[in-house]
């Protein structure tokens, strides 16, 4: 069998069991024809237990105007904001630190929900990935 010819690969956030026909997913989809509906159904069924975050969907949209997506969890930034209760990281990361500091029961605890995109199982591998997000974003990890 033949593999289809990729059309488009797309990265959109959208929120958990929220997507709709309408902006951003409907003007997106609609200008490769794909059928929105074909996309939203699944996508709100597969999201719909997660919450009220908003999750990135990877689609791949083939030349026969099929598609199959993906869903990637929260960045890394964003659980770490929402972990410590911050807006945002340092503007200065190297030379101003945040007050606030990453337990290793945070680390793990990001790590564990990160686990589902990452390309390893290995949780302390991840950990060290979730610490360097938090040091570019001017975070001590203890």
Not at 33 to 55: I, K, L, Q
């Amino acid at each position: 069998m033949a593999e289809k010819k990729i059309k488009a690969n797309l990265k959109m956030k959208i929120p958990a069991g929220k997507a709709s026909a309408g902006p951003p997913v409907g003007s997106t989809l609609g200008q490769y024809g794909v059928s929105m509906m074909d996309f939203v159904n699944p996508f709100n069924e597969a999201t719909r237990d997660m919450g009220n975050v908003t999750v990135t969907a990877h689609i791949t949209v083939y030349e026969d105007r099929s598609m199959k997506f993906r869903v990637v969890g929260a960045p890394t930034d964003d659980l770490i904001r929402a972990k410590l209760g911050i807006a945002k990281g340092s503007g200065k990361p190297n030379t101003e630190k945040l007050e606030q500091k990453l337990s290793q029961t945070d680390l793990k605890s990001i790590a564990e929900d990160k686990a589902q995109d990452m390309n390893t199982d290995d949780i302390e591998s991840i950990k060290k990935m979730v610490a360097g997000t938090a040091r570019s974003m001017g975070i001590e990890v203890q």
